[in-house]
């Protein structure tokens, strides 16, 4: 069956140009123009990924990507033509899986697509809970839990804290991250990783200050304190 995207810019063209290409790669394709038509086609079309520009008129790709993650966690790559780091971390913190700049060529869409829809599929064969003090981590459902209470993740957070957990105390550069949690050869700045660690911590943490779980090794990069 194929996949369903939802492609969201405020420019026609543009979102003919992806929409015949992405259909013809086995695609089904759904569009829209402004934040609010996104927010409802979201509803009743239930894509898998959402490709969202950022810049649009009267509600934003920033906007609509927090309201999106307020109700699902959809696949989102964010799409826009600020080009400065700083930019693209504010978009994956509110909720992005990815981010792409404009210009882009359609293969390397086709590529971010593909990707993140593989971190959405993916998960280890085996049917297994990892209990790390009060979190327990469903690697074959892809959920986690705090004290009882769900917690819940998109595709990125969750890869990222199991790869972490299943090894407590081994200490992971944001470039091993990367490759072992985010199965991306294209987001090529490691510091995207800090964005979603992050936003990662705001969940799991009681003291995003003094974080018990996930803990910075400056210098180097991230290891999972909790113990089993």
């Not at 939802?6 to 259909?23: N, Q, R």
């Not at 993650?69 to 509110?94: C, F, H, P, Y």
């Not at 049917?127 to 769900?150: H, M, N, Y």
């Not at 972490?164 to 470039?175: E, H």
Request: proline share 3%; glycine share 6%; aromatic share 8%.
């Amino acid at each position: 069956m194929a996949e369903t995207l939802l492609l969201v810019d405020d420019e026609e063209k543009v979102l003919e140009f992806m929409s015949s290409f992405l259909i013809h790669e086995g695609f089904q394709v759904f569009t829209a123009r402004n934040g609010q038509e996104a927010l409802s086609k979201a509803v009743a079309v239930k894509p898998a990924l959402v490709v969202l520009d950022w810049m649009m008129p009267e509600m934003n790709g920033l906007d609509v990507c927090r309201e999106l993650r307020k109700r699902s966690q959809v696949g989102i790559i964010m799409v826009t033509a600020k080009t400065d780091e700083m930019d693209k971390i504010i978009g994956l913190e509110v909720g992005a899986d990815d981010y792409m700049t404009k210009p882009f060529s359609l293969r390397e869409l086709l590529a971010r697509i593909r990707s993140v829809l593989r971190r959405l599929q993916g998960s280890p064969a085996a049917d297994e809970q990892l209990v790390r003090d009060d979190l327990v981590i469903s690697s074959s459902q892809c959920r986690v839990w705090k004290q009882g209470a769900e917690i819940s993740m998109t595709p990125t957070e969750f890869k990222l804290l199991l790869t972490l957990a299943v090894k407590p105390g081994i200490v992971y550069s944001r470039l091993q991250l990367l490759k072992a949690a985010l199965d991306d050869d294209f987001l090529n700045v490691e510091r995207t990783v800090d964005a979603h660690i992050s936003r990662l911590r705001k969940k799991i943490e009681d003291d995003i200050s003094n974080p018990k779980y996930i803990q910075t090794v400056y210098g180097f990069g991230y290891r999972f304190g909790g113990q089993s």
